[in-house]
């Protein structure tokens, strides 16, 4: 099974200030069909998981431009310019490129 | 709008069984993978069984090969999950979820205790 390991697993922040999450797969998430399978997931406390970005980069309908995801192959990253208070919660990557799917053990983002 | 709409979980003892379901309304339902997705207490989202759209496919977890079923009702919009042999780490808040989670269910939950 594809192994994706997040960093950190726990990200105090500062409001206003921008953060990073680090997505790490044990193999290529390159798929036979040229595109790469990767998602980012936020939950809020109490609410169901909410997708934010799909195949890597690209930021589902409703999503602020404050998110943004990159990177390739392996490695891949989150990115948060501004943080508020709204984004508090878990996030998880998720590759769907290999059966089964995984996703990251989750990063849990809090305001300092 | 698209929604999800999961039922069926409840409290079971060790080795139960229960019937998970996900009524679809919004979208043309025939035409997604559907997935289950997970949460147990305390832990991070688990990925448990997809189906192709005609059913003709399905995908599971290695922790749950042989112990669940996932199936679907196309002309009914539905989606079901069969979980037997039912295990203490098998609680969780059970979420039923659209292709790659562009769409989440609001989850059910099930308990599995003595």
Known sequence: DVVMTQSP??????????????????????????????????????????????????????????????????????????????????????QGTHWPWTFGQGTKVEIK | EVQLVESGGDLVQPGGSLRLSCAASGFTFSTYYMSWVRRAPGKGLEWVATIKQDGSEKYYVDSVKGRFTISRDNAKNSLDLQVNSLRAEDTAVYYCARHTGDYWGQGTLVTVSS
């Open chain 1, 9 to 94: 697993l726990s990200l105090p922040v500062t409001l206003g200030q921008p953060a990073s999450i680090s997505c790490r797969s044990s193999q290529s998430l390159v798929h036979s069909d040229g595109n790469t399978y990767l998602n980012w997931f936020q939950q809020r406390p109490g609410q169901s998981p909410r997708r934010l970005i799909y195949k890597v980069s690209n930021r589902d309908s409703g999503v602020p431009d404050r998110f943004s995801g990159s990177g390739s192959g392996t490695d891949f990253t989150l990115k948060i310019s501004r943080v508020e208070a709204d984004d508090v919660g878990v996030y998880y990557c998720m």
